[in-house]
């Protein structure tokens, strides 16, 4: 199905409807819906599972105004999405850039969460890594631009923390870097520019982080490093918030350990009902 948002950008949604419980997954910057594969087909049945393609990602539509794409953005999508569905309230689950607009979620607007989970979540928000990670994403977009989606999905989806899922599953990794290469370059350099690059630090939001009760699930790979320590961070400010570390896996911890993930996903959804 599709939704629109209040500022007239359509998003494709995958939803498989019903009854039970509702999960809202949102997806990182390098991938997009299909990244949630395989919790959708371990969940659906007990759990309505929606997911959809963040704005600026195919199937959804990409403006070609910088100012469409911010965090406020992101988060405001995913309360759109639930709007539409007629859903109050939903456990969230996001990765990385997904993560961040899920945390942002909880901080924001706590009435439509049941319960977080958040991974991945804190490249670039150290103080001393803020200004390489926004250099970093600036230059993406500008690759993204001057050379295209394929040429960037072969350096950015071989890149450390990603490496870890060809270590474990090579078929998993060769369909993330089909998904990257799918991207469309134009709205990939104004989601780098105007979401990851522009995004607040987490170190910079710990009064409102120690404030916020909504139960949160934290979930990073230990050889994630760029996120590892933001997430300890957080597991020192949330006051309601629980912590799983998983060994040899990198950032993108659902589709490395998808059994372990999703049990994960399934013991918050039973705690915060």
């Given amino acids: 199905m599709r939704v629109t948002t209040e500022d007239g950008v359509g998003l494709a949604v995958y939803d498989t409807g019903g009854d039970a419980p509702p999960v809202l997954f949102l997806h990182e910057f390098g991938g ?16 309505r599972c929606i997911t959809y393609d963040a704005r600026g990602y195919p199937h959804s539509d990409v403006p070609t105004d910088p100012a469409a ?30 993560g961040f607009a ?24 150290a103080p001393d890594r803020a200004e390489a990670f926004r250099a970093d994403a600036l230059a993406l977009a500008e690759a993204y631009e001057s050379q295209g989606s394929a040429a960037v999905a072969a350096e950015y989806g071989n890149r450390p923390a990603r490496l870890s899922l060809r270590e474990r599953d090579e078929h998993a990794h060769d369909e993330h870097l089909r998904i990257l290469a799918e991207h469309d370059p ?51 400010t949330l006051p309601v918030a629980d912590l799983a570390v998983l060994p040899r896996a990198g950032h993108l911890t659902n589709l490395e350990y998808p059994e ?4 994960l996903v399934e013991l918050h959804a039973t705690s915060v009902r």
């Fill in 186 to 236: 134009v709205g990939a350099a104004l989601t780098m520019r105007g979401v990851q690059a522009s995004r607040p630090s987490l170190y910079d939001l710990t009064e409102r982080l120690v404030a916020m009760t909504v139960p949160t699930l934290l979930v990073v790979g230990d050889r994630d490093d760029e996120a590892i320590d933001a997430t300890l961070m957080l597991r020192r």
């Fill in 260 to 263: 372990i993930f999703t049990r």
């Fill in 32 to 47: 997009d819906h299909r990244s949630w594969a395989p919790q959708f087909g371990h969940l659906t049945g007990r759990y």
């Fill in 69 to 98: 794409y911010s965090q406020d953005r992101a988060v405001a999508d995913a309360v759109a999405v639930l709007d539409a569905l007629g859903i109050e309230r939903a456990l969230v689950v996001g990765n990385s850039m997904g």
């Fill in 102 to 125: 899920t945390l942002h979620l909880g901080l924001t607007r706590p009435d439509r969460c049941t319960g977080l989970v958040v991974a991945g979540c804190g490249y670039g928000a």
